[in-house]
T-cell receptor, first 114, second 115 residues
Framework: SQELEQSPQSLIVQEGKNLTINCTSSKTLYGLYWYKQKYGEGLIFLMMLQKGGEEKSHEKITAKLDEKKQQSSLHITASQPSHAGIYLCGADEAGDSSASKIIFGSGTRLSIRP | SAVISQKPSRDICQRGTSLTIQCQVDSQVTMMFWYRQQPGQSLTLIATANQGSEATYESGFVIDKFPISRPNLTFSTLTVSNMSPEDSSIYLC????????????FGPGTRLTVL
């Protein structure tokens, strides 16, 4: 089965600084999801990448999927306290473009220091 | 986007009892899933809830422990049976639609504590 490894496991960043979270798969990624989970709350969908080399941005968050489709990175520019939370990458196991179950990485706990 | 509600939002239960968690979606969806998030850990898929048939369970999860129902395309239940403290987790319902693979939505979760 597919395994996802996220790094770093935790991150403390000074407010205003940039940061990057990585997600590496043991297999080709057919669909890569990024979610954010605020402490004690549910999951918030950030974005989904499918094509090799694809890049998407939402406000100050940019996610990329490498050409080989085995690694994705999530980059936050000028971090703010509202960015604090747990970031999870998830992979679509199906590979046939149908809605499928998502397997998650271990998560990255992000704290923003004022 | 799909709006998902879960009941209860949280509960504290005694060892040996069972709890049924409900998941309601505001629109018909093709796929419904149940996840578990144990304290300090990432999400683990328990099973895929199939409408009109038995759920499909992931390795390590069995129907006797986590019976699932899905009577229609907008509703599902997960029961945590014969609970032990190790079952203390957040249980999340998730939905996706075969016609829109860009997103998979999650419910707010049910925080379960077993004493």
């Amino acid at each position: 089965s597919q395994e996802l490894e996220q790094s770093p496991q935790s991150l403390i960043v000074q407010e205003g600084k940039n940061l990057t979270i990585n997600c590496t798969s043991s297999k080709t990624l057919y669909g890569l999801y990024w979610y954010k989970q605020k402490y004690g709350e549910g999951l918030i969908f950030l974005m989904m990448l499918q094509k090799g080399g694809e890049e998407k941005s939402h406000e100050k968050i940019t996610a990329k999927l490498d050409e080989k489709k085995q690694q994705s990175s999530l980059h936050i520019t000028a971090s703010q306290p509202s960015h604090a939370g747990i970031y999870l990458c998830g992979a679509d196991e199906a590979g046939d473009s149908s809605a499928s179950k998502i397997i998650f990485g271990s998560g990255t706990r992000l704290s923003i220091r004022p | 986007s799909a709006v998902i509600s879960q009941k209860p939002s949280r509960d504290i239960c005694q060892r040996g009892t069972s709890l049924t968690i409900q998941c309601q979606v505001d629109s018909q969806v093709t796929m419904m899933f149940w996840y578990r998030q144990q304290p300090g850990q990432s999400l683990t898929l328990i099973a895929t809830a199939n409408q009109g048939s038995e759920a499909t369970y992931e390795s390590g999860f069995v129907i006797d422990k986590f019976p699932i129902s899905r009577p229609n395309l907008t509703f599902s239940t997960l029961t945590v049976s014969n609970m032990s403290p190790e079952d203390s987790s957040i249980y999340l319902c998730s939905v996706a639609d075969a016609g829109n693979t860009d997103t998979q939505y999650f419910g707010p979760g049910t925080r379960l504590t077993v004493l």
